[in-house]
């Protein structure tokens, strides 16, 4: 079946540093690509999306390519803050459904 | 504000006390979602609705019901808790209408400790 699979946390950098979290998917088909994080005691909220090969989502300095011959989705930042300390969800979603399939999540925590 | 909301946010309860956990959202939303989250293994996702009166099963439905009498409310009934039921929930609404992929939006989400 579909699924997502994230590295394993917790992230642990410090203020400034660059930022890569995994993420791999398995899907039958060309799904869409998302980043969601959750910030302490709060819901998920998108960071970015990608509907197709090769699209560049992009939001607050994050970064992400979908990379349909390597199956990846991996999150990029240049340059981290203490505010950016969150759980990092990378999800797919099939045209089909509505449904979100999830990570596990990735934990970052940055020291300042 | 365009959000959804959950109630309660905090709920401690036993084995076998009925339970509801309320969502609703003021988008005028079709799509609606139940999503569990445990540690390693993510968001998962409990049930779903496409519209109201319209709900189906998702990956992990067992111990839950649903209701969608009305398009903003889409309940959680926990009949008969179990501890294996303890966890993070979150309501998610989407529209379903326009360019795809619609975002979804989500609660802020519900920790329920069955005792």
């Known amino acids: 079946g579909n699924s997502v699979t994230q590295m394993e946390g917790p992230v642990t950098l410090s203020e400034e540093a660059f930022l890569t979290i995994n993420c791999t998917y398995t899907?039958?088909?060309?799904?869409?690509l998302f980043w969601y994080v959750q910030y302490p005691g709060e819901g998920l909220q998108l960071l970015l999306k990608a509907t197709k090969a090769d699209d560049k989502g992009s939001n607050k300095g994050f970064e992400a390519t979908y990379r349909k011959e390597t199956t990846s989705f991996h999150l990029e930042k240049g340059s981290v803050q203490v505010s950016d300390s969150a759980v990092y969800f990378c999800a797919l979603r099939m045209d089909s459904s509505y449904k979100l399939i999830f990570g596990s999540g990735t934990r970052l925590l940055v020291r300042p | 504000e365009a959000q959804v909301t959950q109630n309660p946010r905090y709920l401690i309860t036993v084995t076998g006390k009925k339970l509801t956990v309320t969502c609703s959202q003021n988008?005028?939303?079709?799509?609606m979602s139940w999503y569990r989250q445990d540690p390693g293994l993510g968001l998962r996702q409990i049930y779903y609705?496409?519209?109201?009166?319209?709900?189906d099963k998702g990956d992990v439905p067992e111990g839950y019901k649903v209701s969608r009498k009305e398009k903003r409310n889409f309940p959680l009934i926990l009949e008969s808790p179990s501890p294996n039921q303890t966890s993070l929930y979150f309501c998610a609404s989407s529209s379903t209408s326009g360019s795809r992929p619609n975002e979804q939006f989500f609660g802020p989400g519900t920790r329920l400790t069955v005792l």
């Open positions: 899907a039958t088909g060309y799904p869409s």
């Open positions: 988008m005028n939303h079709e799509y």
């Open positions: 609705s496409m519209n109201v009166e319209v709900t």
